[in-house]
Every structure is written in structure tokens, then in C-alpha cells.
């Protein structure tokens, strides 16, 4: 499968905060707990941020659901 990088930096701050302050740990369990050297890329038209758990410090995922384009499709 074939990834595309996105500039992360290019999102508003406020949006990248959101972003990287909302995630799910699937090593610690927990939401939330924040992520580290984020990056974004494109897979198959789905948008991910991907990074490091701050607390185990390892990868975490979510997919970037945006709701205007998801709507935009229907
Ligand atoms: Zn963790």
C-alpha cells in the first residue's frame, strides 16, 4: 500500500493540538494521553496521524476523519 506524507505543520495550531492531544493507546489503553514527533499521511484516501505515545512511547495511530468531506460524498 502505498502512503503519501502530508505536511502536518500546514493544519492550524489549534488543530494540531486537538489532534495530537486526542489519540488512543492501544499499549496503554488509555485516550488521550498525547502523541510525539507526529507526522500525517494519506493511505488509500483515508488521512492518519501517526506518532509516539508519550507515555509507553510506542506508535500510535488515528485516522483524521473529516466530516465536510465525508459529508460532501453523500
Ligand atoms: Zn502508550
Redesign the pocket.
Known amino acids: 500500500m502505498a502512503r503519501m506524507m502530508r505536511d502536518f505543520y500546514q493544519r492550524a495550531s489549534s488543530e494540531r493540538s486537538w489532534m495530537i492531544e486526542s489519540t488512543w ?6 485516550h488521550d ?1 498525547g502523541l510525539e514527533n507526529p507526522v500525517e499521511f494519506e493511505e488509500e484516501g483515508r488521512v492518519f496521524v501517526q506518532g509516539r ?6 506508535t ?1 495511530m488515528a485516522e483524521i476523519v473529516d466530516q465536510r468531506k465525508s459529508a460532501e460524498r453523500h
Do not use: V
Open positions: 493507546c492501544g499499549t496503554c489503553r488509555l494521553l505515545c508519550r507515555i509507553c512511547g510506542q500510535t
